[in-house]
């Protein structure tokens, strides 16, 4: 991880944002200052990130827990593609500095939770309630998706053109005077395989061939079935095995009741 900001080589990584950095008058001083900033915390939010990872994995119905922390390129990108919006919010003076981008920007620590059944989401979603103080939840959805959940609770519903589903969380905890905003992203292993491939290929195209686009709606489809198809097979497991131990208990009480008359005759 580089240590000092390198104008140059941003831009050949980012080209478009040169554009954004003329029309918005960004200074090359501000973006060093913020990256150099943040590279001084990246060891505290890694303990931090590893910390809530940790937390997290001791929930009975998480499947598996990954953490990160935002490359520093990627925030700068973030930063610059952001203050045309934060202007439009604060006024045409804001810009971000080193006083300001960690509660403007709030994905800087990330971490994945995973789960296999769909129904398993609402413990989790109880889980990390009652452990810290979320400040924001958004479920996002493909049009079309069962919402009634996330509206029973009051959290908002948000329509991905992509497909892409996952429940985010924003939350905030004080492990020393200043607050750190974490993003917890909440989906099952079969939402968090289409997201990994919608990701990789919004990444690497800036804009998706036809083709790749209508096959990935495909695939968001087969995996909306198979999310489906998991939670139905683990409730008729559940209620067959409801239904084995009752039949097993009713057999050993005839087996008692047979017994008892044997012996009274």
Not at 16 to 38: A, G, H, M, P, R
Not at 49 to 66: C, D, G, M, P, Q
Not at 69 to 94: A, M, N
Request: hydrophobic share 35%; with cysteine; aromatic share 10%.
């Amino acid at each position: 991880m580089k240590k000092h900001f390198d104008m140059k080589e941003f831009l050949l990584k980012y080209p478009f944002t040169k554009e954004i950095i003329e029309e918005s008058n960004i200074t090359q001083e501000n973006l060093k200052e913020i990256y150099e900033d943040y590279i001084s915390c990246v060891t505290s939010y890694e303990n931090q990130a590893n910390f809530i990872a940790n937390i997290l994995r001791s929930s009975e119905n998480v499947h598996s827990v990954k953490s990160r922390l935002k490359e520093p390129d990627r925030l700068i990108e973030k930063v610059i593609r952001k203050t045309k919006d934060r202007r439009q919010k604060y006024g045409s003076d804001f810009n971000f500095t080193v006083n300001n981008y960690k509660d403007e920007i709030n994905d800087l620590i990330g971490i994945r939770v995973l789960h296999i059944f769909k129904d398993q989401w609402r413990d989790i979603h109880e889980f990390i309630t009652n452990t810290w103080n979320v400040i924001e939840i958004t479920a996002n959805v493909r049009d079309g998706d069962n919402t009634e959940a996330f509206h029973e609770l009051n959290i908002e519903v948000q329509e991905r053109v992509s497909g892409y589903r996952s429940v985010h969380y924003l939350v905030e905890f004080y492990p020393t005077n200043e607050r750190v905003i974490a993003e917890i992203q909440v989906r099952t292993i079969f939402e968090e395989g289409y997201g990994e491939i919608d990701h990789s290929l919004r990444y690497s195209h800036h804009e998706i061939p036809e083709i790749l686009k209508s096959n990935l709606m495909l695939f968001n489809r087969l995996v909306g079935s198979a999310d489906e198809m998991a939670s139905l097979i683990n409730n008729l497991g559940k209620e067959w095995t409801a239904k084995e131990l009752d039949y097993k208990e009713t057999i050993e009480a005839q087996k008692r009741e047979i017994e008892i008359l044997r012996n009274k005759i």
